[in-house]
């Protein structure tokens, strides 16, 4: 439980967390400031140019609107940030307001390629902000652009920032969105967005430089391109249903190791008779509920999922002897698990009196073999072969069993 809490953690914090605060840091420090405002001059474009192409290129939809949202605001402060008439001033208001608003809806919504009718309609959106403000200026409607700049509980510390108050509340909305769709989701994408939205309020809020601004608002972009990065990798090498390391990262391990090692291959009994009986979509419960139960191996197992209901364990360092008795608490582990096949004719909203009819408890079982390095089966592929040949034989012998 604390081994994955704090893994949770990291996963949170890095790289998107470190780059936040590690840009803060050089923000407060005037000597590193002015080299980060002296980049301004091609930073940000080549930022936005590779977040833009990367995002075509991985079709990451979300990736390109946010670059889009935050280069345009960029655009639109370098132009008009630094007057010191009512149009810079609401302008600059309007942009605080909107941005984070932007990327909290960018965390809600799924991706929905950047051409198709759902990207159109998200282009037209971000493109109709601008027109409105620009519209409502042109025409003179300072009443409906007050709604930037109007107070909104009388606090005198508040007169103190930089940010007005509708900026603020959007700033905090922005950031429990991001917060709760990070938490929720366990994604590099929804941790990036959050990240970003930290970054770009920081821009915004601090008495910063036009030219450090720009390059905050920059640097919130690399953090979206690296959450980009992130999840093409774990697509790459994780499995997406039960979030073990998958066969590409099993592969790549393999040419890792040492020379003493054991590797183990474990295999759901009968699985195929229980997907036929209750249907696809319980199966793949049950092999999230073998790969939670896979990830809290002890003795130092690495677990992978090899393919359909077979997984692998790589013990590195360790021989058969020292593996085989944390497979086989692994073994008991599953088989003494509470598994409960729902019915299909559960209602739809929780009664309130629990009931357990038309539920039926199973119970599931893996059978695993184990094989270690040894003189005839020296190389990783050999030893996996071994392993693949004990589970045969602890299936064999009954199932529900450890074999070496």
């Not at 893994?7 to 980060?36: C, D, K, S, W, Y």
Request: hydrophobic share 50%; glycine share 8%.
């Amino acid at each position: 439980m604390g081994r994955n809490l704090s893994r949770g953690i990291l996963f949170f914090l890095l790289p998107g967390g470190a780059l936040t605060i590690t840009m803060m840091v050089i923000a407060g420090r005037p000597e590193l400031a002015q080299t980060l405002s002296s980049l301004t001059p091609f930073y940000p474009y080549v930022t936005v140019a590779v977040a833009l192409l990367l995002g075509w290129r991985f079709d990451r939809s979300r990736l390109v609107f946010a670059t889009a949202v935050i280069a345009l605001c960029g655009g639109l402060l370098q132009q008009f940030g630094s007057r010191p008439d009512a149009a810079g001033r609401i302008i600059t208001d309007a942009i605080t307001v909107l941005l984070p608003l932007n990327l909290a809806l960018f965390s809600l919504l799924k991706e929905r390629g950047i051409f198709t009718w759902h990207g159109l309609l998200r282009w037209a959106v971000i493109l109709a902000q601008p027109l409105a403000v620009w519209l409502l200026l042109h025409n003179r409607q300072y009443y409906w652009l007050g709604v930037f700049d109007t107070p909104l509980i009388s606090a005198e510390w508040l007169t103190t920032l930089e940010l007005q108050q509708p900026a603020l509340l959007a700033m905090a909305i922005a950031l429990a969105i991001t917060l709760y769709q990070a938490l929720r989701q366990r994604n590099a994408m929804e941790n990036g967005l959050f990240w970003a939205v930290l970054l770009c309020g920081y821009a915004m809020l601090g008495a910063h430089g036009h030219d450090l601004r720009l390059g905050l608002l920059a640097s919130a972009i690399v953090i979206l391109v690296i959450a980009v990065i992130e999840l093409s990798y774990t697509m790459a090498f994780r499995d997406e249903l039960t979030g073990l390391p998958g066969r590409r990262a099993l592969n790549q391990s393999l040419l890792k190791l040492g020379g003493r090692y054991t590797i183990a291959m474990l295999d759901v009994d009968h699985f195929k008779k229980f997907n036929d009986r209750f249907g696809h979509d319980v199966g793949d419960e049950v092999l999230k509920m073998v790969a939670a139960k896979m990830g809290r191996i002890s003795g130092g197992g690495k677990p992978y999922r090899y393919g359909g209901e077979e997984f692998t364990a790589v013990f590195a360092g360790k021989s058969v002897d020292d593996a085989l008795p944390h497979l086989e608490q692994l073994r008991e582990a599953i088989a003494t698990a509470d598994f409960t096949v729902r019915s299909s004719k559960r209602p739809k909203h929780k009664p309130q009196t629990p009931t357990s009819r038309g539920n039926q408890r199973v119970r599931i079982t893996i059978s695993i073999g184990a094989a270690e390095r040894v003189a005839d089966a020296r190389d990783p592929q050999a030893v996996l072969k071994a392993a693949d040949k004990a589970l045969y034989r602890a299936k064999k012998a009954g199932r529900n069993r450890v074999a070496s």
